[in-house]
């Protein structure tokens, strides 16, 4: 069975290196500061724990293929 991708960042043209790099540094602070980021927010503990092993952050090869299928389905062209 595939995973379901609830949602994903996507462009439709090449995003220069230092955005990717800018961009990847912002999402593994997050990534990496969950907690403070849940305190700071007065959000529910169980919220840092959603945040934290849960949600699933990499895309891979079988989130892809959940995509094309789910594209494929809809009658949209393929990423």
Known sequence: ML???????VSNKKL???FIAEFNAALSFGL???????KEQ???TSDAHYLKNIIKYNLDSNK?????LFLE???SVAL
């Open 64 to 68: 892809r293929e959940a995509i094309d």
């Open 16 to 18: 220069p290196d230092d």
């Open 3 to 9: 995973p379901f991708v609830f949602a994903c960042w």
């Open 42 to 44: 007065n959000l529910k």
């Open 73 to 75: 389905k809809i009658g």
């Open 32 to 38: 990496n500061n969950i907690d403070g980021l849940v």
